[in-house]
């Protein structure tokens, strides 16, 4: 008899979104990511004669039943352990179930040597609750309800994100249930974002990605209002920061900025710095997902090191500081 089989699978998260809302046509609801390095990686074991999936930890209850499913879906008559390990705080906003589920997936395809279609993928998930499309590489524009990707934007140059949790959580299955995105002024606003931001990913122009970015953060206080985002447009007026982009369905704000700018040494820890001395709790620094990783920051990777006020990892790139937490 063999070794059971197993296999391992990954998935990015997305510090929320760069935009969220709903199209003038049928009203559709859409949301684009933003990946982070920061993820889920879910290890898959089939077990021999056994029924049902058991989860650790046993709470990862989302990615039980899209095992589940995969399995019957595929007629692969067994059961088997399902670990998962993140690096994606939860109710926060940051696609936390949804990078499990999508590891899940990808470590129940490489244990049996199949591959389930994305779109097929993200239908299955949208049907568990409201996904974002972490599915699909790079920067996407997705239908979160109903689980279709509308349109790939493409790449950026990896960015900081400056952060600050507001604290507390939020539920995606409550949260979708009265958007407030649809008044006509307000959907043909949200078309004209959307289409400025994907001529903006096109030609990289990163300050009117962050000026759409920030115009959806202020939207969304009609959604779920962030506390401090008259404090986030202030500091990025004055720290000449890219822009403030929200989780919109979480519970944190972040800045946008450009590592390539001649005086982010000296901004990031000014910035950092001042968040701290306004006593706001849940400070951290992430790095977005794009050009130049050549692979994700998963559980396991390597730990930060300290650079006087600042803690960066080596790899992928993660920033963080003294007085914050280093993910």
Same mark, same amino acid.
């Given at each position: 008899?063999?070794?059971?089989? !197993?296999?391992?699978? =990954?998935?990015?998260? !997305?510090?929320?979104?760069?935009?969220?809302?709903?199209?003038?046509?049928?009203? =559709?609801?859409?949301?684009? !990511?933003?990946?982070? @390095?920061?993820?889920?990686?879910?290890?898959?074991?089939?077990?021999? *004669? $056994?029924? *049902?999936?058991?989860?650790?930890?046993? %709470?990862?209850?989302?990615?039980?039943?899209?095992? #589940?499913?995969?399995?019957?879906? %595929?007629?692969? +008559?067994?059961?088997?352990?399902? =670990?998962?390990?993140?690096?994606?705080?939860?109710?926060?906003?940051?696609?936390?179930?949804?990078?499990?589920?999508?590891?899940?997936?990808?470590?129940? #395809?490489?244990?049996?040597?199949?591959?389930?279609?994305?779109?097929?993928?993200?239908?299955?998930?949208?049907?568990?609750?409201?996904?974002?499309?972490?599915? %699909?590489?790079?920067?996407?524009?997705?239908?979160?309800?109903?689980?279709?990707?509308?349109?790939?934007?493409?790449?950026?140059?990896?960015? &900081?994100?400056?952060?600050?949790? #507001?604290? *507390?959580?939020? +539920?995606?299955?409550?949260?979708?249930?009265?958007?407030?995105?649809? $008044?006509?002024?307000?959907?043909? #606003? %949200?078309?004209?974002?959307?289409?400025?931001?994907?001529?903006?990913?096109?030609?990289?122009?990163?300050? $009117?990605?962050?000026?759409?970015?920030?115009?959806?953060?202020?939207?969304?206080?009609?959604?779920?209002?962030?506390?401090?985002?008259?404090?986030?447009?202030?500091?990025?007026?004055?720290?000449?920061?890219?822009?403030?982009?929200? &989780?919109?369905?979480?519970?944190?704000?972040?800045?946008?900025?450009?590592?390539?700018?001649? =005086?982010?040494?000296?901004?990031?820890? +000014?910035?950092?710095?001042?968040?701290?001395?306004?006593?706001?709790?849940?400070?951290?620094?992430?790095?977005?997902?794009?050009?130049?990783?050549?692979?994700?920051?998963?559980?396991?990777?390597?730990?930060?090191?300290?650079?006087?006020?600042?803690?960066? !990892?080596? *790899?992928?790139?993660?920033?963080?500081?003294?007085? @914050?937490?280093?993910?």
């Amino acid at each position: 008899m063999g070794s059971p089989r !197993t296999g391992i699978g =990954r998935c990015l998260g !997305t510090f929320g979104e760069l935009l969220q809302g709903a199209l003038p046509i049928e009203r =559709r609801e859409f949301l684009v !990511t933003l990946p982070i @390095t920061e993820g889920s990686t879910a290890e898959f074991t089939a077990g021999r *004669g $056994s029924k *049902g999936v058991r989860v650790s930890p046993p %709470y990862k209850e989302k990615s039980r039943r899209l095992a #589940e499913g995969m399995l019957r879906s %595929y007629n692969l +008559e067994t059961g088997g352990k399902l =670990r998962i390990e993140s690096a994606l705080p939860e109710g926060k906003g940051f696609a936390s179930s949804s990078a499990d589920m999508v590891a899940t997936a990808r470590a129940i #395809e490489a244990a049996f040597g199949i591959q389930l279609p994305r779109h097929s993928l993200a239908r299955i998930m949208s049907a568990i609750e409201p996904s974002d499309g972490v599915m %699909y590489e790079g920067i996407v524009s997705f239908h979160q309800l109903e689980g279709i990707v509308h349109g790939r934007l493409g790449t950026l140059p990896s960015l &900081t994100i400056v952060a600050l949790d #507001e604290g *507390g959580g939020a +539920e995606t299955m409550e949260l979708c249930e009265d958007r407030g995105f649809h $008044s006509a002024g307000r959907l043909d #606003e %949200y078309e004209r974002l959307l289409h400025d931001l994907r001529r903006a990913v096109k030609q990289c122009h990163l300050p $009117s990605v962050g000026d759409v970015a920030t115009r959806s953060s202020i939207l969304n206080q009609d959604v779920l209002p962030k506390e401090q985002l008259e404090l986030f447009l202030d500091l990025r007026a004055r720290y000449d920061a890219l822009g403030v982009v929200a &989780t919109h369905s979480g519970t944190c704000l972040g800045l946008l900025i450009d590592p390539g700018s001649p =005086r982010y040494p000296e901004v990031l820890p +000014e910035l950092v710095g001042e968040l701290l001395a306004c006593h706001c709790p849940g400070v951290r620094v992430y790095r977005t997902y794009g050009a130049g990783h050549l692979c994700p920051k998963m559980p396991g990777a390597p730990s930060a090191q300290l650079y006087g006020s600042v803690c960066e !990892t080596q *790899g992928p790139g993660l920033l963080a500081t003294t007085g @914050t937490q280093c993910v």
